[in-house]
């Protein structure tokens, strides 16, 4: 599938501070700025103001990451593994990423749309093997990959249990890390226990609930920022970034540092 002007366009505009890494700008001492890359779906994207107020979880990463530490956001609305590779995505990432960058990987809601030849991978073969495309492009790069599985949906039972919706997925990108040596974020545990905390009703103020629509799946800016939170603290936590490269970790963030541009 051939890529848009106006994807190309937008793809730009996400990765804005990516042309000054790109370039060797030097900061102290000489050594270069890292960027750390999103490949993802729409629950990373960065959002438009005809979105607003839907926020993806990239979008907040900027507030929990020392100013040196670029964000390129490449994640895209409606993306799976397969789609967003298909579609020359991770060729884009890849001719920019360089030696002691980081790729941040995330997919599994649109690989699960069996309905679809596009977007579909099968747990245990298609979608490691289009995963492993990331991770050995990073690495011939000699930048680090970091597998980092899919953020929960909202879904609780009649209990109010919070409930997995991603099937076998997450399951296969452990087992992917670990048989590959790959930093993993367990992001899809950990927001699950999130949500489970947080309760039916509590979990309303993450989502992009408004007026007019009731959406489970992607998030305000109060759960992008938290969701966010959730990312950096699992890379400290797996020693991918050290603490002087996080800020803010137990800090509120205020919503009006959430912008929307416009496309």
Do not use: C
């Amino acid at each position: 599938m051939s890529v848009s002007r106006r994807q190309v366009t937008v793809a730009a505009i996400a990765s804005v501070p990516l042309a000054l890494a790109a370039t060797g700008t030097a900061q102290a001492g000489g050594r270069r700025h890292r960027t750390l890359y999103i490949a993802g779906d729409s629950t990373a994207a960065q959002k438009y103001a005809d979105a607003a107020p839907e926020t993806g979880w990239g979008m907040a990463a900027p507030f929990f990451l020392r100013e040196d530490l670029r964000v390129a956001n490449h994640a895209v609305n409606g993306r799976s593994s397969k789609s967003f590779a298909d579609e020359g995505r991770l060729e884009v990432i890849l001719a920019e990423i360089r030696p002691g960058d980081l790729l941040l990987i995330q997919f599994a809601h649109n690989d699960e749309k069996s309905e679809d030849p596009v977007r579909y991978t099968e747990p245990w073969t298609t979608y490691q093997e289009y995963l492993r495309k990331y991770v050995d492009g990073a690495r011939e790069r000699g930048a680090r990959p970091v597998l980092v599985t899919p953020v929960e949906r909202r879904r609780f039972d009649a209990a109010g249990t919070a409930q997995p919706s991603h099937g076998e997925y997450p399951a296969a990108m452990r087992a992917l890390a670990a048989e590959e040596g790959v930093a993993l974020l367990d992001v899809q545990a950990l927001s699950l226990a999130l949500w489970q905390r947080l309760g039916v009703e509590g979990t309303k103020t993450y989502f992009n609930w408004t007026a007019t629509e009731q959406d489970n799946t992607h998030f305000n800016p109060p759960g992008a920022v938290e969701v966010a939170r959730l990312v950096v603290r699992e890379l400290l936590r797996t020693r991918v970034l050290g603490h002087r490269d996080a800020r803010r970790l137990d800090a509120e963030i205020p919503v009006s540092w959430i912008s929307w541009p416009t496309a």
